[in-house]
């Protein structure tokens, strides 16, 4: 999914590093002219002045047309980091040179790109750090560019309602706990999830692994079916949140993050249990990321 970023009708203008250094020529030159009295020394510092004026408009110009989208961002791990692919659309007649796109909300992430040619897109990928846990917007995109002579800058903001989320780091005892049953059921049952016997189909969820579509029943005209599998357990995997023997929240919340990653690895069907939420227990890529995301997003 994409969301284009809004854009805003003024571009700021200020000035670079490289500004100072040219008002510093034109005082020195000006300076050496009208202390000799040199002909010369006039012309260079109106045409150094001329030039530098006749930028401006090329400056802005430069900016104009441009429009930005954000792609969906995957989730991550608290400490790993965030990819934020952004795709910078030039709408106008003309070519755009040297744009640099940046995240100012969220550190110095900052890419450039040296060219879009009229009504073609260029694409970039941002990247940031994952810092906290939880759900998180990016805010706003900032386009930059400073061509031609790179003695003003013209700034354009996009706000961005993009929002993507930070899984819990995954830390603690690396072992999994015992198998534990809700209320005493008998301790041999078959779970559902990506064991080795078929169990049947049922309807394809959009997100699943689509390694146990059932492809044959495609080819006959059907629609699209998953095959069920069971796999023999001992009795039910729930990872507790009350179970966890630790003071800290956050440790609490890695140390589950780990047993999660642990029982997908494992391929032995867990549940998750969380002072607001009960998951059941299943196996899977989308099962893995709910409880993820209900690990990321507790409070």
């Given amino acids: ?9 003024r571009f700021p203008l200020s000035p670079t590093t490289s500004f100072a ?9 000006w300076y050496a002219a009208s202390s000799q009295n040199n002909a010369a020394s ?40 965030i990819s934020l692919a952004v795709e910078v659309t030039n709408g106008s007649r003309g070519t755009r040179y040297d744009i640099a796109v940046a995240l100012p909300d969220l550190g110095d992430a900052h890419e450039r790109i040296d060219e879009i040619p009229a009504g073609k897109a260029a694409r970039t990928v941002l990247r940031f750090p994952a810092a906290i846990r939880g759900e998180h917007e990016v805010g706003r995109l900032q386009l930059t560019s400073a061509y031609p002579l790179g003695f003003l800058r013209v700034v354009k903001q996009l706000p961005s309602p993009q929002r993507y989320v930070v899984y ?33 189909v049922r309807a394809y969820v959009r997100g699943e692994s689509q390694r146990h579509i059932d492809w044959k029943a495609v080819a006959r ?33 890695s140390q589950l993050t780990l ?12 549940g998750l249990r969380l002072p607001a939420i009960e998951i059941p227990p299943s196996l899977g890529e989308p099962h893995l990321h709910r409880c993820l995301h209900a690990l990321a997003l507790f409070k």
Avoid at 233 to 247: H, N, P
């Fill in 1 to 9: 999914m994409r969301q284009a970023a809004p854009s805003k009708s």
């Fill in 21 to 29: 250094g040219l008002l510093f020529v034109l005082v020195a030159i």
């Fill in 42 to 81: 006039y012309l260079l510092l109106f045409a150094l002045a001329s030039v530098s004026l006749v930028s401006i408009p090329w400056t802005f110009s430069n900016m104009g047309g441009l429009q930005a989208t954000v792609e969906s961002v995957k989730p991550a791990f608290a400490g790993q980091e």
């Fill in 168 to 200: 819990p780091k995954p830390a603690g005892e690396q072992r999994l706990p015992a198998e534990t049953s809700r209320s005493g059921q008998s301790s041999s049952r078959r779970e559902f999830g990506e064991g080795d016997d078929f169990a049947g």
């Fill in 221 to 253: 005209g059907q629609a699209l079916m998953t095959k069920q599998f069971t796999a023999e357990s001992d009795g039910l995997l729930y990872l507790d949140f009350a179970a966890v023997r630790l003071d800290d929240l956050e440790a609490r919340l």
């Fill in 259 to 270: 047993w999660v990653i642990e029982a997908e690895r494992a391929r032995r069907p867990y």
